[in-house]
């Protein structure tokens, strides 16, 4: 059996669905949101996973995904079934959470993450900056252990 998915207490530093993430902080995920807003079964049909998940120790579902889309996610509907993520787990996470924190919709999050695609802010700068630091100790790390 694989490890169940990791399900986080709250939004990474740079969640494309909260509203305190920087403008294009997230950028190779806006494109992805939308698609969680179709009807269910027009969905993808995985998980959405944090951008974060490359550096972190397991995969680990996005928080802020669980909490706009919930229930609603085919990903996290067949990831329930299969045992692939705790299900009392995603609904605490989609429950408990203060929902004025996040966008409405995952284009309502794209919308806003990519205002700022042709001069991004320098917090969105650093942001992306960060992320690629951890990606690439991470990477090295896995090559020092394959060796």
């Not at 966008?103 to 205002?115: C, D, F, L």
């Not at 630091?133 to 394959?146: L, V």
Request: with cysteine; net charge positive.
């Amino acid at each position: 059996m694989t490890t169940p998915c990791n399900v986080p207490k709250g939004p990474c530093s740079t969640c494309p669905y909260a509203k305190a993430t920087p403008s294009q902080a997230a950028n190779e995920e806006y494109d992805k949101l939308p698609e969680y807003d179709r009807e269910t079964w027009a969905q993808p049909s995985s998980l959405f996973l944090c951008h974060h998940s490359p550096t972190l120790p397991s995969d680990t579902v996005c928080f802020g995904w669980l909490v706009v889309h919930g229930d609603e996610a085919l990903g996290l509907r067949l990831a329930m079934a299969t045992g692939s993520i705790d299900g009392k787990a995603a609904a605490e996470a989609h429950n408990g959470a203060d929902r004025s924190q996040f966008y409405k919709s995952g284009t309502e999050a794209a919308k806003s993450g990519m205002e700022a695609i042709e001069i991004p802010s320098a917090d969105a700068i650093q942001a992306v900056r960060t992320l690629a630091k951890r990606r690439m100790r991470k990477a090295m790390k896995r090559k020092a252990r394959a060796r």
